[in-house]
């Protein structure tokens, strides 16, 4: 079972921590850079946690800093837990950058909101519906086959992560009704489809309501994932055909939430949406 726990956030929270001790300090990234005989991007690219720093960079940096000897004993730990690899970064070569940044934020959320309204979200989506749905993707974007067996691994092993964690995140779903109408492989593979959406809608952390077509709404807007993390701000994931995108202003991830609520305000509740998700296995014959 992939482990759940998330180098991700520790990352970002040394960068940002050095970055304010520098700032603290009252130096530029080029100050620093050149007492320590570095270039100004490998300082950049630490603190903007797109690079893992060694450990002997980080005192080297401590030093520079002045930091006292409990606060290094802190940041030092913390490198050691930014260190670690999750389970997704053997796949970084054939993701996006931005997913697998998300994959490792998703990992440390007490809370997801889900919205959907075009496919079965991918942490509730079956083998078959994967396969179908990539499938159908590879031939509309000219994917390599190699890719295609890379990202459904990734699928299958996110839903395990997430799913069979020790302590659950909350997962708070609403996908629209047309997700339920909308054909990825044959009868057969819709029909197991809804009947795990009904499953897994009777987890104890699971929340998934259906939004139906008729349903009075005017957000008009493409599938997101706003995620809550512990020991660090909230942040949204937009999903696209090639990849995907994080917001992290605080404003507008607020707005994202807000319109979240609003969505699930106007979907059916969950003992109702698990009758529609039922009555519609029997249209898929």
Known sequence: MPDRSSPTVR???????????????????????ARLGWSAAKLSRIET???????????????????????????????????????????????????????GLEAEATVARHWEPQIVPGLFQTEAYVHALMES???????????????????????????????PQTLSVVVEESVLLRRFGDSAVMREQLQRLIEVSELPNVDLRVLPLDADHCINTGAFIHLTLPEYHDVVYLEALLGGRLLEDEQIVYRYEVAFDYLKGRALDADASRKLIAKTIGRWK
């Open 11 to 33: 990352r970002r929270r040394l960068g940002r921590e050095l970055r304010r001790l520098r700032e603290q300090a009252e130096l530029t990234g080029d100050q620093v850079a």
């Open 49 to 103: 946690a797109r690079t893992v720093p060694r450990r002997s960079d980080v005192e080297a940096l401590l030093m520079i800093y002045m930091v006292d000897s409990e606060q290094r004993h802190e940041l030092l730990a913390l490198h050691r837990d930014a260190s670690r690899k999750g389970w997704w970064e053997k796949y970084r070569d054939t993701l996006p950058e931005e997913y697998t940044t998300f994959l």
């Open 137 to 167: 993707s590879q031939r509309s974007t000219l994917q390599a086959p190699g890719d295609l067996r890379d990202r459904i691994q990734v699928r299958m092993a996110r839903q395990e992560a997430i799913l069979s964690a020790e302590r």
